[in-house]
């Protein structure tokens, strides 16, 4: 597993997450025929809170970001993209379990939405969330806390 590490991201991220945010989500944004150069990046720039986002480096180097928003009833898991080069090495799964890990011990529901027809979903599946609803375009996915769904 590479060497890897979350740090708070800050405004002067966004460009580079919007870019990265447009290289990750080419390919099923095409195939969903919902691809627009300009719209793929600005979508990023118009959500992006950096108070709620950190920066995943691998080996000290940019290589994704994560968010988590806090809504009234959850919170939800967002802009979360790894470079290509990190990808299937197991950091998305383990930053996603740190983030998780937390989520659990506040007792804090987790929501997110996910392309249809893209492979994160997998993951999201492994990591307990489950089907709350879809659209021909997204899958809105849900995760109660662990010691919810285990009793402990």
């Known amino acids: 597993m590479a060497d890897w590490e979350l740090r708070p991201a800050s405004v002067a991220d966004i460009e580079t997450v919007a870019e990265l945010r447009a290289v990750v989500l080419r390919a099923d944004l095409e195939r969903l025929g919902r691809y627009d150069e300009q719209r793929v990046r600005q979508r990023l720039r118009d959500g992006f809170v950096p108070a709620h986002s950190w920066v995943v480096e691998v080996g000290g180097a940019f290589a994704g970001c994560v968010s ?32 998780l890990e937390r989520c659990d011990r506040d007792g804090t529901v987790v929501r997110l939405n996910v392309l249809q027809g893209s492979p994160a979903r997998r993951l999201y599946e492994r990591h307990g969330f489950a089907l709350e609803t879809e659209d021909p375009v997204d899958v809105f996915m849900i995760r109660h806390p662990a010691s919810a769904v285990h009793g402990r």
């Open 68 to 99: 988590l928003r806090p809504a009234e009833d959850a919170h939800w898991l967002e802009h979360f993209y790894l470079a290509q080069h990190s990808q299937g090495c197991g950091v998305g799964t383990n930053v996603l379990g740190v983030l």
